[in-house]
């Protein structure tokens, strides 16, 4: 057997396995429940190409931007995306660790950037805290009554 018609056979082989696992549905099931990696490799790639000192410190924008992105399509696309309800203020928490990458490594010591930054990080947190009340308040508020009830009955003056 010549080198040629082994190699054709190994080629022969690996198209007849890909064929097969497409048939079984193995790639759909990859593609359905890992796609978020595909914004994922990209974002911790341009991050590795900056620490590696290939590309400027202007990557680290998108490159936060599309790691916390990546990883909030991955849980809401492996819990359920009823989750996005919760996890929609981490949108504008992306733009905010993309800008404070840059701000921190970056050569730019840009005041406006820190601070635009912290103000996105912040109105991403009361975003989330304002979401987390909405939602679960009628709970919160259901317990703070409960003990504020039991406070009175506890704290009355005992007549004897």
């Given at each position: 057997m010549n080198k040629q018609s082994a190699a054709a056979g190994v080629l022969v082989?690996?198209?007849g396995l890909v064929i097969l696992?497409?048939?079984l549905g193995v790639f759909a099931f990859i593609g359905t429940v890992f796609w978020p990696l595909f914004i994922l490799i990209p974002g911790v790639l341009l991050h590795v190409?900056?620490?590696?000192?290939?590309?400027p410190s202007a990557v680290l924008i998108p490159a936060g931007i599309l790691t916390i992105v990546s990883i909030v399509l991955l849980i809401c696309n492996w819990f359920g995306w009823e989750a996005m309800r919760y996890l929609w203020?981490?949108?504008p928490f992306a733009i905010a660790v993309?800008?404070?990458e840059y701000?921190?490594?970056g050569y730019s010591r840009s005041r406006t950037i820190w601070t635009i930054s912290v103000v996105l990080g912040g109105?991403?947190?009361?975003?989330f805290a304002l979401t987390l009340l909405w939602t679960w308040g009628i709970y919160l508020f259901a317990v703070v009554l409960i003990g504020v009830g039991a406070?009175?009955?506890l704290r009355r003056p005992k007549i004897w």
């Open positions: 082989l690996v198209a696992l497409g048939k190409l900056y620490f590696g000192r290939i590309v203020p981490l949108f993309g800008l404070y701000y921190i490594f109105l991403s947190i009361l975003l406070w009175l009955v």
